[in-house]
């Protein structure tokens, strides 16, 4: 690891350490995929306390992580709770960020929003995943920030827009995507990729041993490991797909899957 890799590690250590000692619930920033792959790949002995990770609903690419004291269990909702009333929950909140004037509003990227965002001097740590829905987008933020956005974003490049905060937000929102059938060899990372993407193997090769493809949060850089159901992949700059398993097998031994790839 380089010195950030390492002192990110170490950030999260003391965050587990700070959760033993005085039995309260720690959270860190909003992490990355290479970030979340550091957690995953530290040992667990070196950490005082155990820990879940949440990014505001159950796809979510960036993630918070929360280190628990052992009074504390994960109920899977995004909630902490310990056996009789509820704990502390993650400090996230969704904002519903909307053209002022659809008429007049351009079309807006995933870009423009994370742009606008950081230009008002908030860290990319601050801020989770931007999802675009139509002419609107959902961005999760640290609760911190959310007033700050909600009182100071009001343009994207050309469009006025107004930031709310988005109630009753569902913990199983899942962004839009198209199913992706076929039939490959065998149940392996390249071989479903290659499926998906319209990248010769070679290329889907190098991505794979390039540390661009993460499965569940955790780096993968080997081309045989074997996908089980509902896999979440990410591929740094060209999405993600989520394996829903094998439909059928075809009498020459090939396998008809199905993944979901969000657009």
Not at 49 to 61: H, I, Q
Not at 146 to 168: F, G, W
């Amino acid at each position: 690891m380089d010195k950030e890799e390492t002192l990110l590690q170490k950030r999260l250590i003391e965050l587990s350490r700070i959760a033993y000692t005085r039995g309260i619930v720690t959270f860190s920033d909003l992490l990355n995929l290479n970030e979340l792959n550091i957690l995953h790949t530290t040992p667990k002995n070196l950490f005082y306390s155990r820990y879940e990770t949440f990014g505001g609903y159950d796809l979510a690419e960036r993630q918070m992580v929360a280190f628990l004291p052992d009074a504390l269990y994960y109920n899977g909702t995004g909630n902490l709770a310990d056996s009789d009333e509820s704990g502390l929950g993650y400090p996230l909140e969704v904002l519903k960020i909307r053209p002022l004037n659809q008429r007049f509003s351009e079309e807006l990227g995933h870009r423009d929003y994370l742009g606008a965002v950081m230009n008002l001097g908030i860290e990319r740590c601050k801020l989770g995943d931007i999802m675009i829905d139509g002419t609107d987008a959902f961005l999760f933020v640290r609760k911190e920030m959310a007033e700050y956005i909600r009182e100071n974003l009001t343009r994207i490049r050309h469009t006025s827009v107004q930031a709310e905060t988005a109630l009753d937000f569902p913990v199983s929102y899942e962004p839009k995507y198209e199913e992706v059938r076929g039939t490959v060899a065998s149940v392996r990372l390249d071989t479903v990729l290659a499926l998906v993407y319209p990248l010769s193997r070679s290329k889907i090769t190098a991505y794979i041993e390039g540390a661009r493809v993460f499965v569940n949060g955790k780096l993968i850089t080997s081309n045989g490991y074997r996908l089980k159901e509902r896999d979440i992949i990410s591929v740094r700059k060209m999405g993600r797909i989520v394996y829903d398993g094998v439909l059928s097998e075809t009498k020459k031994g090939r396998y008809m899957v199905q993944v979901r790839k969000y657009l």
